[in-house]
T-cell receptor
Framework: SAVISQKPSRDICQRGTSLTIQCQVD?????MFWYRQQPGQSLTLIAT?????????ESGFVIDKFPISRPNLTFSTLTVSNMSPEDSSIYLC???????????FGPGTRLTVL | SQQGEEDPQALSIQEGENATMNCSYK?????LQWYRQNSGRGLVHLIL?????REKHSGRLRVTLDTSKKSSSLLITASRAADTASYFC????????????FGKGTMLLVSP
């Protein structure tokens, strides 16, 4: 299994600003993902972070709002841009394991936008 | 759209009792997975069951899958206070790799 860390673990930000969340995996993985979990809700996939190419975004999520980088096979960043209170959520990074489609998750970044 | 729907939304039991959570889904799947989340933190992968499997065990966990009814259940036997968490089912529609669609989750509270 992969061990995934995220930074920061939490942050409180002002509206209109941007926050970049980092995700580090302890081994090379083929696929990495970013999810959002709004308060009291389930997880929603934001995008698949592709190494060496643009991320693949799910319906309702756009690159201008959630730019993603993946410079190598162990690291990815998600930026939440021009934040509003509606962006207050937990943001989780995950990576696809070598097993049958199971994903391993980071501890999440709890974001509060004032 | 949400694929999995868990029920109950919340479950409160005493230590030592069994806890059963159910998940229903709408479309054909290749696999179904159960995850645990403690206090709004990261998710821990519990168990994966493939569409051609009917039952799977892992320690105190037992998962069943009924593809004809498009439903799955997670049974935790002899529950402990440390089992207190939210439990989510997630479905994958393709073999090998596919994005996962998560259900809304069941919040389990195990009291000492």
């Amino acid at each position: 299994s992969a061990v995934i860390s995220q930074k920061p673990s939490r942050d409180i930000c002002q509206r209109g600003t941007s926050l970049t969340i980092q995700c580090q995996v302890d081994s090379q993985v083929t696929m990495m993902f970013w999810y959002r979990q709004q308060p009291g809700q389930s997880l929603t996939l934001i995008a698949t972070a592709n190494q060496g190419s643009e991320a693949t975004y799910e319906s309702g999520f756009v690159i201008d709002k959630f730019p993603i980088s993946r410079p190598n096979l162990t690291f990815s960043t998600l930026t939440v841009s021009n934040m509003s209170p509606e962006d207050s959520s937990i943001y989780l990074c995950s990576a696809l394991g070598t097993g049958y489609n199971e994903q391993f998750f980071g501890p999440g970044t709890r974001l509060t936008v004032l | 759209s949400q694929q999995g729907e868990e029920d109950p939304q919340a479950l409160s039991i005493q230590e030592g009792e069994n806890a059963t959570m159910n998940c229903s889904y709408k479309t054909s799947i290749n696999n179904l997975q159960w995850y645990r989340q403690n206090s709004g933190r990261g998710l821990v992968h519990l168990i994966l069951i493939r569409s051609n499997e009917r039952e799977k065990h892992s320690g105190r966990l037992r998962v069943t899958l009924d593809t004809s009814k498009k439903s799955s259940s997670l049974l935790i036997t002899a529950s402990r206070a440390a089992d207190t968490a939210s439990y989510f089912c997630a479905t994958g529609v393709n073999s090998g790799y596919s994005t996962l669609t998560f259900g809304k989750g069941t919040m389990l509270l195990v009291s000492p």
